[in-house]
């Protein structure tokens, strides 16, 4: 499984950027793709995820500003980010989780740099 991840950049506060990560190979259908961000000197954290059942779940931190949505036939996954604050400065990495062997793959980061 290989992902592709686009659509990190440089942004001001409250600004809006969309990230996108398509996934190739032999995927299991049954999987959850998000999106993980680790800041300088910081652990990875989950950013966002999406079941392919359609289930979300979010970071508190990114609850209400972004939005996580997948195109299943396109095997991708897109991140919204909206009024983006300085904090949410990391690299964005793009995950799939095959739910039936636990098996993680991941994307190259993606810089997200959100100026004040």
């Known amino acids: 499984v290989q992902l592709q991840a686009s659509g990190g950049g440089l942004v001001q506060a409250g600004g809006s950027l969309r990230l996108s990560c398509a996934a190739s190979?032999?995927?299991?259908?049954?999987?959850?793709m998000g999106w993980y961000r680790q800041a300088p000197g910081k652990q990875r954290e989950l950013v966002a995820a999406n079941g392919s059942d359609g289930s979300t779940n979010y970071a508190d931190s990114v609850k209400g500003r972004f939005t996580i949505s997948r195109d299943n036939a396109k095997n991708t996954v897109y991140l919204q980010m909206n009024s983006l604050k300085p904090e949410d400065t990391a690299v964005y990495y793009c995950n799939l989780k095959e739910l039936w062997s636990g098996k993680d793959y991941w994307g190259k980061g993606t810089q997200v740099t959100v100026s004040s």
């Open positions: 190979g032999s995927i299991f259908s049954l999987n959850s």
